[in-house]
């Protein structure tokens, strides 16, 4: 080893030592004839001293010293004269009597600082250098420890790790496959799962009865902020259960998570909240249920009243800001622009403010009665100092995630949306179906193997779009962890799902045969539950985007910007795939 | 829960209780009145009786059932009358009063037993069903615990498993990669990892210290009995180590995982064997020390005595096999046919017996005096009842290699190959080089990143083949379970690697351009290794493939049967990619 202790660990009791430091240095600082260099590593920063008086050469050489220089030292461990209580090694320094360059470094791109200097391209393209920083590198650490508690929690309840493959067939269904092509098989392809949901599910027919994998996922989208095309899914199955087993089973783990990693106790059971409730209160299947702000409908007490806009909607519904009617009009003005930029696309916003005396001030005054006024403050609970926003349109659906973007952003302003409180829900009871404007049909909300709620297995004949399933997303701070649902293990009723999503008998057995003739055999009530872990770990880590908590990112073109993936192929190798690529233009 | 018991845990201090079980029928047999069905789980077997005399149609339903349903069980548990001591649960039985056919199954294509009557290829098609055999199930379970216990090590050793891309650039030094069209970046592919190496090399620049993962890697070969088109390797790198740190640690951690995981408790370091040694003495970088019968080399004894073949060879070897003196003429006809096969390709075996009286007789008595035998036996330690085995030929390592198979051979007839016994060993200073014939050229023996032995650097410029690496395996009953290297840390002498190697300074740079310029800014001095994971727990499991502790492994052809992958894409995916297959017959 080229050290005997690391740069975090020396405290007051250990001066006197003698000892050896690794590390890269941070910064170093020439005061009269000493120089001070804090020498870091993954553990923590220690202050080192080099005293001409006592040793000049070794001064010298401290002084030659660069940023991110790799160095070894030895010395002594001493107390120092002025402590610093910002860092646990802020007690001692080394009084360094031999130094060691291990390696040099050019001047980094970027300042190696919490705050850096850096942008976020430069910084993607030196990510090794990025890693470096400690708010960066405490990503992966907590990364790491919450991978191990998953694993710690599952194994205790008696889940394997299986790892399925990764070279597996094409499915069209769903989102777009990352496809391999096969040197042995020519002309075939293997896809990259998008998730190990077929698999998994032959792993209860095999009888494996519990199990886990932390999995890389792959899908070939078109990238938003917060999507990567490859993902990390923390993918669970399990047999015999019901749909509540597998709520308590894994809202016990979550617990567990909070309490160990973010040291946060959540006694009472969570939430579980219909999916049509979520829409109706929150306009999204997966709400923000850290502060209230429910919707309230309000189609009976406006309509009707002569104001057009609300004459004609198919709904209206307002929110109730607590305190917010101190809202200026040049607030107000802001938040109507923002609810009509084209990613909302909602026309405008009516508002009502509740005066210290009780009375109700609106935007639409005119085409209402102070009675009516104080029947919708009614209805939203409003009280003197609150501020009422209001949306409206001709497709409910469309109206309500367009509040629901209100509604986020009235939390964000007025502090509702604290990163370090949080609050989970179950969202259960979803559609079985959504219809598809695309394709003219209807299509799996989940995936083609989620299982019908009993009651309603009837519907699937007379109304499919009624259909619920056993389905289930966990929801922690308007953020969608993880979701699931029991699966399907009669072939009969798998059979009859594929025909209400349009695919021919032939078209089924071709894409998902394998799994359907391993349901003659014997497959047992099951179901299960994926998590997205860069996701996950984000929202632990406080984090805006999943890139932070991941070591490698791609960009938003798909693009590893440090390595310079990806790239074009030697000839001899799309020669030995038998492959030729298209030009552009000649499409 | 459709149980409240599975089919492993319950026992006699449970009789009277009521359970609810579910699992697969097993088997079912009919005497006199009373239906004994034994119900499967993951977890064990229990007998449940169905009595005619009680309830006639509950025993006419249990009568009904076929082997692999799925059933769940009401009873209560009873002492057995007659015990079956190989069975866990064998004290008791379980009295039904209520049965439920969760679901029927097809009469299964092989038997669901230790000893299946399935052959290869019928299993691996219903491999969901081939994993319900216990023998295969444990092979996963054992796979299970063993990763757990690596975590569990290495988190207390204060390594992070870290998540590197599988999405990467193509390196077309070293073994094919699998290749990734990208849709986004026309006409540009990504490539699947070999392994991590260059990411966690980057790792270890990043500071993070101590790194470990495990992980999916991939390679595009012509597939053996023992490889898989991806495989699972334990990824491992350190910074600010020498060998030794390396390999104490790991020697750590294959202790403490034999005895967890083995209950063999490994007192003593494990033997450091020169990768000189190990060809010297066993023809074989991975030797199979669970026994001795080390060559010999008798070319000083055997040489000049009118024998041409002996005369002529380069090289002279022999082994001697405890005891064997009594093989007869066929079994030594039987040897001498097997060092001729065309795998192994020797052009005979000359063998002397070591005769109760001392004396010494050999199939080449007519070109040695009795003295001279006397002298070979002497040198070999050979006493009376042994029989020496020699090989002989004009290359030296060929010659060691056909050697080393003979041994093996022995070592197997003489039952000296117990898969319970493990001899675990390090083999070092591996040269840094080997030539390739094919090439025309130095080729890396690990790879371009290992470091030379600092007293060797000198040779770099004069007798670069005599270059030793600071390289490293660790074996395991002669197979090669992990290996790894001191890397080049200082971008110079890893530029002049590459220049040895036949690398241009531009394909250095533009293939591993990004690692290199990594380098200019501090990296660490490091090191690491990798276990390939299936290799490792096969060995555990004493399996002959690497396939039965693989849950869905593909077969030569690199297919997956029960998937039916690789297979043919839609024009429109090829066409998204802008990919056209080009006809075989047209190349």
């Known amino acids: 080893m080229y050290r005997t202790k690391n740069c975090g660990e020396l405290r007051i009791s250990d001066a006197g030592q003698n000892v050896t430091l690794a590390g890269w240095v941070q910064r170093s600082r020439k005061m009269g004839g000493m120089t001070f260099v804090d020498v870091r590593d993954r553990y923590g920063i220690t202050q080192v001293v080099f005293d001409h008086d006592t040793n000049a050469a070794l001064n010298d050489a401290a002084n030659k010293l660069g940023r991110e220089f790799v ?192 040291g946060v106790e959540l006694t009472e059971p969570f939430p579980r909240m219909p999916w049509a409730d979520a829409m109706k209160y929150y306009g999204s299947d997966k709400p923000d249920t850290r502060f209230d702000m429910k919707f309230v409908e309000l189609m009976d007490i406006l309509k009707g009243h002569g104001f057009s806009v609300f004459d004609n909607a198919a709904y209206i519904g307002g929110i109730c800001a607590k305190g917010a009617a101190s809202y200026t009009r040049k607030q107000l003005d802001q938040l109507t622009e923002f609810v009509k930029r084209p990613q909302i696309g909602a026309k405008g916003m009516v508002y009502a403010r509740v005066e210290p005396d009780g009375s109700v001030k609106s935007s ?150 394998f799994l359907m003739n391993a349901f003659k055999y014997g497959a047992p009530p099951h179901g299960g539950l994926a998590y997205g872990l860069d996701r996950w770990v984000s929202l632990f880590a406080g984090l805006d985007s999943i890139r932070d908590c991941i070591a490698f990112p791609k960009n938003n073109s798909g693009r590893d910007v440090m390595l310079d993936a990806p790239a074009p192929l030697d000839q001899k190798q799309l020669d030995e795939l038998s492959l030729e690529i298209v030009e552009k233009s000649s499409k």
Chains 1, 2 share one sequence.
């Open 71 to 262: 160095i070894q030292v030895k010395g002594k461990v001493a107390e120092r004269t002025s402590k610093n209580p910002n860092l646990p090694t802020g007690d001692i320094e080394i009084i360094a009597d031999g130094l060691t360059v291990l390696n040099r470094s050019e001047i980094p791109p970027f300042t190696i600082e919490e705050e850096t200097d850096g942008g976020d391209d430069i910084r993607m393209k030196y990510r090794y250098l990025d890693l470096r920083r400690p708010n960066v590198r405490r990503n992966l650490e907590l990364r790491h420890r919450f991978t191990m508690e998953v694993r710690r929690y599952l194994d205790g309840k008696g889940f394997l790790e299986i790892e399925t493959p990764m070279l597996v067939g094409s499915t069209p269904e769903g989102a777009r496959d990352f496809v391999v092509p096969s040197r042995m098989n020519h002309g075939q392809f293997y896809a990259l799962p998008q998730s190990p949901q077929t698999l998994k599910q032959l792993l209860m027919v095999s009888g494996m009865d519990r199990y886990f994998q932390i999995v890389k996922c792959f899908r070939d989208e078109d990238l938003r902020a917060d999507r990567q095309p490859e993902f990390t899914q923390i993918d669970c199955e399990m047999s015999f259960v019901e749909q509540n087993d597998i709520i308590e089973l894994f809202e016990g783990m979550a617990k567990h998570l909070f309490k160990e990693l973010r």
């Open 364 to 513: 639409v005054d005119k085409f209402y009665s102070q009675e009516v006024l104080q029947l919708m403050a009614k209805a939203m609970d409003a009280e003197p100092g609150d501020l009422i926003l209001i949306l409206s349109g001709d497709d409910a659906m469309k109206t309500r995630k367009q509040l629901c973007e209100l509604r986020l952003e009235m939390g964000n302003r007025l502090g509702l949306r604290d990163k370090n409180k949080f609050s989970c829900l179950w969202v259960v009871d979803f559609p079985m179906f959504e219809w598809s404007d695309e394709e003219q049909r209807l299509m799996a909300m989940h995936h083609p193997f989620t299982h019908p709620k009993d009651e309603d297995i009837p519907m699937l004949d007379t109304d499919p779009a009624a259909v619920r399933a056993d389905a289930y997303d966990m929801v922690v701070n308007g953020v969608e962890v993880g979701g699931g649902s029991i699966r399907i293990h009669d072939s009969e009723l798998q059979a009859k799902m594929f025909e209400i999503l349009g695919f021919t008998p032939e078209k089924a057995q071709e894409q998902f045969g």
